[in-house]
């Protein structure tokens, strides 16, 4: 599966901006997807992930309460909202998908996925 990565931007300390991330093909519903960020001189971290249809998510402590993932499977697109913005969420977020049909789970390990998207910039200003 192809993704693209969209909707990054800069934003001021506690405002909001939703990223989205479209995938090419047919079978998107059979996909776990996740989220992950890389700030500069840093590894590339979890964010959150959500199965193939939605009912669990899964976030990374420092974004739980702020940050939401969610799907539409019509339309092949997973979401990433993420409200009251702190500066050190500044980086580099990308998506990243994981064939996972049967099974109904969430993914936090960057090794667990095999398809990424380009990477969009989110930077919070002060």
């Known amino acids: 599966v192809q993704l693209q990565a969209s909707g990054g931007g800069l934003v001021q300390a506690g405002g909001s901006l939703r990223l989205s991330c479209t995938a090419s093909?047919?079978?998107?519903?059979?996909?776990?997807m996740g989220w992950f960020r890389q700030a500069p001189g840093k590894e590339r971290e979890f964010v959150a992930s959500i199965s193939r249809s939605g009912r669990t998510t899964w976030y990374e402590d420092s974004v739980k309460g702020r940050f939401s993932i969610s799907r539409d499977n019509a339309k092949n697109t997973v979401y990433l909202q993420l409200n009251s913005l702190k500066p050190e969420d500044t980086a580099v977020y990308y998506c990243a998908a994981k064939f996972t049909y049967p099974r109904e789970v969430t993914l936090r390990g960057l090794w667990e996925y095999d398809s990424w998207g380009q990477g969009t910039q989110v930077t919070v200003s002060s």
């Open positions: 093909g047919r079978t998107f519903s059979r996909y776990t």
